[in-house]
């Protein structure tokens, strides 16, 4: 069963740092906050798409039926290595005391969460092979909507129509991925009865959390080098790099998940023999999966304007 990185920071017993780490984690980042990670054995995952179901009818008296099967195509999701090693000087942890260590590690975790995050939507394993393929990459076909569906091969402002379409298509939708910019766009539409449902209430944190017509809108912002996740500098259906997206997904069992051979490893390495430092080691063996066709989607060529019906 797949659970979010909250409820795995309550269920690391024994282990303060480990579980301190991981909630810090999953402060960081809407993404991660939402986003289950199911626990695999081994370094891959393997399972079954499935592509077309098997032929089905009426007859008639002393007709046979038509014979058809379904289509299944295997699919694989590795286990790639994420993390860092964080070196704290021991005149530091002399001078200020022991929590420069923990100030620091938040600061490493801050990091850790805000580069994944950015994976999860941008990831391109054809560029970087160390890394996973993100959501960008992944969807493609009938889950790909452009951002006014009357006019499919030109970058637009947002349609209300074409998000809910989005939305339609993937089955059990529960969470939208967006910029900042993108939601002050929807805030701004509701305001003006353009249309759709805005909605703001509090997280398990205390956060405010926005919702269009009761589906959770997650934020991504900032990478860990300070460059906007998802911003107006994508290519659209109509070329240029002056676009955004919008993602539409079900994250949970069998849908959309995080992968991981069990939770973040926080390892003290102690005091180093090289160098007068102590060094904390972050490591986590972490995967994506979208194991379902309908489990994702993406409104793309929005480009910076009001939303329109």
Known sequence: MAMTLLEASKRASGEVKRSAIIEMFARNSDLLRALPFENINGDALVYDLEAKLPAVGFRGVNEAYSEGTGVVNPEVERLRIAGGDLDVDKMLVKTRGGDIRATEEGQKVKALSLFLTDRIINGDSAVEIREFDGFRKRVVGPQLFP?????????????????????????????????KAMKRKLSKAARANVGGDILVSTDEFGFRVTTYNDIPILVVDHNHLGARIIDFNEAGPGGGSTATSIYVANFGDGYVTGLQNGEMDVKDLGELQTIPVWRTRLEWYVGLAVMHGRGLARVWGVTNADVTV
């Open 147 to 179: 951002a006014n569906l009357g006019a499919t091969s030109s970058n637009s402002p947002l349609s209300l129509e074409a998000l809910d379409a989005a939305i339609d298509q993937v089955d059990g939708a529960n969470v939208l991925i967006m910029s």
